[in-house]
T-cell receptor, first 110, second 114 residues
Framework: KNEVEQSPQNLTAQEGEFITINCSYS?????LHWLQQHPGGGIVSLFM???GKKKHGRLIATINIQEKHSSLHITASHPRDSAVYIC????????????FGTGTRLQVFP | NAGVTQTPKFQVLKTGQSMTLQCAQD?????MSWYRQDPGMGLRLIHY???????DQGEVPNGYNVSRSTTEDFPLRLLSAAPSQTSVYFC?????????????FGQGTRLTVV
């Protein structure tokens, strides 16, 4: 059974800081998703990756398939980045099911 | 392009009442799913569907029913609400056919059962 673990659970930062959120999983996967959830809001997909690295604006996501680990980085953090960041994995191409981590709550203070 | 539309956004039910959470997507996605989100836990899969007329149970299906009569709609029914069903519910959709695709989520329904 694939288990997805995120760290840290909670994270506070000052505006402008570089932030890293980690995700580890226990079995091989076909893809990993990074999602964002603002307080009281819906869930938005940030990245889907199966290898290497992706960048969108100030957000960077990396994945190391051999180590079963992914990181989400936020450069020059801003208070509007305050949200819960969720990692989710898809185990194989033969299933569309996602396994979710419990999320990392990020608060960025001005 | 509306994406995934989920209604209502908030709902309060009395124990024993029934209700239907609506979910619709306009992206012609084959795969649709319902999750519940509880404090300290990751999203857990309730039911899912890989296409019209096909549904299956997820991790926590008890107390919930679903149907998929069209590609666009995937309603979730609570037949007799219980306080343990107090949660935030999310509907999601994606393409399938053995490729990695982005998942799209609705805005969520915050349900309280008293």
């Amino acid at each position: 059974k694939n288990e997805v673990e995120q760290s840290p659970q909670n994270l506070t930062a000052q505006e402008g800081e570089f932030i890293t959120i980690n995700c580890s999983y226990s079995v091989g996967i076909s893809a990993l998703h990074w999602l964002q959830q603002h307080p009281g809001g819906g869930i938005v997909s940030l990245f889907m990756l199966s290898s290497g690295k992706k960048k969108h604006g100030r957000l960077i996501a990396t994945i190391n398939i051999q180590e079963k680990h992914s990181s989400l980085h936020i450069t020059a953090s801003h208070p509007r980045d305050s949200a819960v960041y969720i990692c989710a994995t898809r185990q194989s191409y033969t299933t569309d099911k996602l396994i979710f981590g419990t999320g990392t709550r990020l608060q960025v203070f001005p | 392009n509306a994406g995934v539309t989920q209604t209502p956004k908030f709902q309060v039910l009395k124990t024993g009442q029934s209700m239907t959470l609506q979910c619709a997507q306009d992206m012609n996605h084959e795969y649709m799913s319902w999750y519940r989100q509880d404090p300290g836990m990751g999203l857990r899969l309730i039911h899912y569907s890989v296409g019209a007329g096909i549904t299956d149970q997820g991790e926590v299906p008890n107390g919930y029913n679903v149907s998929r009569s069209t590609t666009e709609d995937f309603p979730l029914r609570l037949l007799s609400a219980a306080p343990s069903q107090t949660s935030v519910y999310f509907c999601a959709s994606s393409y399938t056919n053995y490729r990695n695709t982005e998942a799209f989520f609705g805005q969520g329904t915050r349900l309280t059962v008293v």
